[in-house]
């Protein structure tokens, strides 16, 4: 996902491109797996210290149940919005004094724009916090680890603590 900019940043503050994306996200980062390609639309505006990145985006990946650990697929949209500063000006490739603690995306000195770094970090920030196979997932036993959406496990009932009996008669009779 690498793009050169170099005739975007000699040109005038305002100045636009758009591309289509069309790209294989399998080696991104080892924890995401990716079962579809990163697709979208961004759209780069040339400002007065380097290209700030719009556009909306979307994959699908595969992660892990919050309860039972089984796999599940989840669609994501991100809506990308990012400015990358110029690490050397444009027109002279002389270096541009970048204050140290800035966490900014970076154009290099080749004039190469890439946006690997930012749509994994999108991926990440648009993952649901506790994803589920399902909303009514009954997890795994706490107990024997057994996957509770095929069944019971053969595990005993916990002990009934003595201060509930009273009620738990109700609901018996």
Do not use: K
């Not at 491109?17 to 780069?44: A, C, I, M, W």
């Not at 007065?48 to 089984?70: D, I, Y």
């Not at 690997?116 to 024997?144: K, T």
Request: proline fraction near 9%; charged fraction near 15%; glycine fraction near 8%.
């Amino acid at each position: 996902m690498q793009f050169h900019v170099g005739q975007l940043l000699v040109g005038p503050v305002g100045t636009t491109r758009q591309y289509e994306l069309n790209n294989d996200l399998s080696g991104l980062d080892p924890d995401l797996d990716p079962t579809q390609p990163l697709t979208g639309t961004v759209h780069f505006l040339r400002t007065a210290s380097g290209v700030l990145v719009q556009g909306t985006l979307f994959t699908q990946v595969r992660v892990p149940c919050a309860r039972c650990m089984g796999d599940v697929l989840v669609n994501l949209e991100m809506a990308l919005e990012e400015e990358f500063l110029c690490s050397f000006n444009p027109r002279t490739g002389v270096p541009i004094a970048i204050p140290t603690d800035s966490d900014a995306f970076l154009i290099d000195e080749h004039n190469i724009l890439d946006l690997s770094e930012a749509v994994r970090q999108y991926i990440f920030l648009a993952l649901p916090m506790q994803p589920l196979c399902r909303p009514d997932c009954a997890g795994l036993c706490v107990h024997c680890g057994h996957d509770l959406n095929s069944g019971p496990c053969a595990c005993p009932p916990p002990p009934l603590d003595e201060r509930w009996a009273t009620l738990a008669q109700l609901l018996i009779g």
